[in-house]
């Protein structure tokens, strides 16, 4: 497609659920990052895939959260066992080249 | 932590140009300055980039101080639809690094 796309577009869970949010990067762009961005608060970053390479989840904040790239290509962010904060924006960008990230529109996470 | 400095927030009329600043002294040799704003819920969106020379492209011009401690993001004739959160980040050229967002700087365009 002509830009990232995520779904779903807003997703409402109870606490204590699993949660998949995907997102399919632009054909072609090799590098894939998830952040997420809380009410009012600026970008984290989560997990960057490049390619093949090991995938840098430096910024997942617990071991509830994990993603994995199928095929170098759509992305898929887990989240276990959902707490009331991680309620969030999440936003998927992917990049080519140093032009920079393109980001999806985001799906809005609300655990209650 | 962000390697930028930004104001809070800053006004303009429709109109005129909008100048947003940033500082980022610590910046290394082989890092580029990056701008992107982030419209009221939607994802963030690039803007402009520049390694050390002055960029301009149909949505804004990017100018860097010689010494590359600070530049200004200029938008010509700021509409409301500029209204955003403008971010300002450094980072190197390699794919390895994943772009750090402070809290940038809140632009309110007005009538």
């Known amino acids: 497609g002509a830009g990232v796309s995520q779904s779903p577009s807003n997703k409402v869970t109870e606490k204590g659920k699993d949660v998949e949010l995907r997102c399919d990067p632009i054909?072609?762009?090799?590098?894939l990052y998830w952040y997420r961005q809380s009410l009012g608060q600026g970008l984290e970053f989560l997990i960057y895939?490049?390619?093949?390479?090991?995938?840098?989840k430096s910024g997942l904040p617990s071991d509830r959260f994990s993603a994995e790239r199928t095929g170098g290509s759509v992305s898929t962010l887990t989240i276990q066992r959902t707490q009331q904060e991680d309620s969030a924006v999440y936003l998927c960008?992917?990049?080519?080249?140093?032009?920079?990230?393109?980001f999806g529109s985001g799906t809005r996470l609300t655990v209650v | 932590d962000a390697k930028t400095t930004q104001p809070t927030s800053m006004d303009c009329a429709e109109g005129r140009a909008a100048n947003l600043p940033c500082n980022h002294s610590?910046?290394?040799?082989?890092?580029?300055v990056y701008w992107y704003r982030q419209i009221h819920s939607q994802g963030p969106q690039y803007i402009i980039h520049?390694?050390?020379n002055n960029e301009t492209n149909e949505m804004a011009s990017l100018i860097i101080t010689e010494d590359r401690k600070s530049s200004t993001l200029i938008l010509p004739h700021a509409t409301l639809r500029d209204t955003a959160v403008y971010y300002c980040?450094?980072?190197?050229?390699?794919?390895?690094?994943?772009?750090?967002f402070g809290p940038g700087t809140r632009l309110s365009v007005l009538p």
């Open positions: 960008a992917s990049s080519l080249s140093l032009l920079g990230y393109t």
């Open positions: 054909s072609g762009h090799t590098a």
């Open positions: 895939f490049q390619g093949n390479s090991a995938p840098d």
């Open positions: 610590t910046i290394s040799g082989n890092e580029y």
């Open positions: 520049g390694l050390k």
């Open positions: 980040i450094v980072r190197g050229g390699n794919y390895g690094q994943n772009f750090v």
